[in-house]
C-alpha cells in the first residue's frame, strides 16, 4: 500500500471517529438537558460535580494526551451542554485581556456571557446585585501574596466562595511599535504586575518611569493609543490589542502563580477533595489568637493559609482569613466550628468548594 493509500486510510478512520464524538456529544448534551428538569436549584453550575468529572477523566486516561489537554477538552464539552440549560454570566476585573477573563474560561470554558469590571469591588458587586450569576477575582499571589481589596470586599458581603482556580502568571514586555522614543517613556502595568516584575524592571529598565494602573489589558490599550507606553501584560493582548512583544516572561518568579476564586450566591456540595475558607475576628488581647489557631492542631485540620486585614471601623484590630482542607460538612469541620464559636470571637464561613485541580 502507498504512502497516499496509507494516509487516505487513517483519515478515513479519523472521519468516523470524528463522527462517534459528535454523535455522543450530543447524546451527552441531551442528557445535561435532562439532568437539569430534575434539579431542585435554578443553579446550573455545580462546580462539585464538574470537579468530580474531570478528576474521574484524568484518572481515566491513558494518553498519549497529556492531563492538561483532557481538562481543556471536557472543559468545553461541558461549558457547551451547561448553557443549553441556562445562560450564565460572569464578571471579571477587566477590560478584556486580563488574566482574570483567561481565569473565566479556565473554569466556565468559552460558552457563558462575559462582564468586563473596571474594579474588582464592582464584579463583585454585580453578583451581590443579581446583575450577574458569578464573578471570578484573584485573592493571592505565590510571589505577592494576598488580594487585599478581594479579602476586604468578601468581608463586607454575604457571597460565598464556590471555586479556585489556580494560573500560572507570565507576564511580557509589550508595545505599539518596536521603534520607541529614546526618552519620555513610560512602562504601565498593575500595580501587583510591577511588584512581580520588579528585579527584572530594576536590571533592565531602572531609569523608566513605572504608572500603575487598574489592569494589564489597561496598560495594553494605553500602549496601543501611545508611543511612549510600555505595557506589561499578557501573551492574549498582543494579537488583541495589536503590540509587539519586547521581551517574555519578565516575571521575577518563573513560578509566579496566581489564585483565582468564583464567587456567588451559593454553597456547594463535597466533591471529596475540598477546601473551606473564613474569616475570624479576635479581640485584641494577648492569647487570643493562639486559641483560634489551637482546634486546628487538635483536631489535625491542614492550614493553608493565613492572612489578615485591619478592621476599618476599628483602628489596630484586625479580621483574619483562614484556608483549611475539609469541607463544611465534614464531622471534623462541623466539630471545628462548634469550639471555635465557643471562643469569644466572631466566626464568618465564605464556604466550602473543590480544590484547584
Not at 507606553?229 to 495589536?242: C, F, L, M, Q, W
Request: glycine share 4%; proline share 3%; hydrophobic share 35%.
Amino acid at each position: 500500500m502507498s504512502n497516499k493509500d496509507e494516509l487516505e486510510k487513517i483519515r478515513s478512520q479519523i472521519d468516523a471517529i470524528d463522527s462517534s464524538i459528535l454523535k455522543l456529544v450530543n447524546q451527552r448534551s441531551l442528557l445535561a438537558k435532562e439532568t437539569a428538569n430534575l434539579k431542585k436549584s435554578n443553579d446550573i453550575y455545580k462546580p462539585e460535580r464538574e470537579a468530580k468529572i474531570i478528576r474521574n477523566l484524568i484518572s481515566l486516561n491513558e494518553g498519549p494526551l497529556a492531563e492538561k489537554q483532557i481538562i481543556s477538552i471536557f472543559n468545553e464539552i461541558i461549558s457547551s451542554c451547561r448553557q443549553l440549560e441556562k445562560e450564565i454570566k460572569v464578571s471579571y476585573l477587566g477590560p478584556e485581556g486580563t488574566f482574570s477573563e483567561e481565569a473565566v474560561k479556565e473554569v466556565f470554558g468559552s460558552s457563558v456571557t462575559k462582564s468586563s469590571t473596571v474594579t474588582i469591588e464592582e464584579a463583585i458587586s454585580d453578583v451581590s446585585k443579581g446583575n450577574s450569576n458569578y464573578a471570578i477575582v484573584p485573592i493571592e499571589n505565590s510571589t505577592e501574596g494576598p488580594i487585599n481589596i478581594t479579602l476586604d470586599c468578601l468581608y463586607a458581603s454575604d457571597l460565598k466562595i464556590c471555586g479556585e482556580v489556580e494560573m500560572s502568571i507570565q507576564h511580557n514586555l509589550l508595545a505599539k511599535d518596536l521603534a520607541l522614543p529614546k526618552t519620555g517613556l513610560e512602562i504601565h502595568a498593575h500595580e501587583q504586575t510591577l511588584s512581580q516584575c520588579k528585579k527584572w524592571l530594576d536590571d533592565y529598565c531602572p531609569n523608566i518611569e513605572r504608572v500603575a494602573v487598574s489592569s494589564n489589558a489597561q496598560a495594553a490599550i494605553n500602549s496601543s493609543e501611545s508611543d511612549s507606553v510600555i505595557a506589561i501584560a499578557g501573551s492574549t493582548a498582543i494579537e488583541k490589542y495589536n503590540l509587539k512583544l519586547i521581551a517574555e516572561k519578565i516575571q521575577d518568579s518563573k513560578n509566579n502563580t496566581t489564585r483565582f476564586i468564583t464567587v456567588s450566591k451559593n454553597d456547594v456540595e463535597s466533591s471529596g477533595s475540598d477546601k473551606t475558607s473564613i474569616f475570624i475576628t479576635t479581640k485584641n488581647e494577648p492569647g487570643a489568637l493562639f486559641n483560634a489557631l489551637k482546634p486546628f492542631h487538635e483536631k489535625k485540620i491542614n492550614l493553608t493559609h493565613i492572612t489578615y486585614r485591619p478592621l476599618k471601623k476599628d483602628n489596630w484590630n484586625y479580621f483574619f482569613f483562614f484556608d483549611f482542607e475539609g469541607h463544611r460538612d465534614d464531622e471534623k469541620v462541623q466539630s471545628l466550628f462548634d469550639e471555635l464559636k465557643n471562643l469569644d470571637l466572631d466566626l464568618k464561613v465564605l464556604g466550602s468548594y473543590p480544590k484547584a485541580i
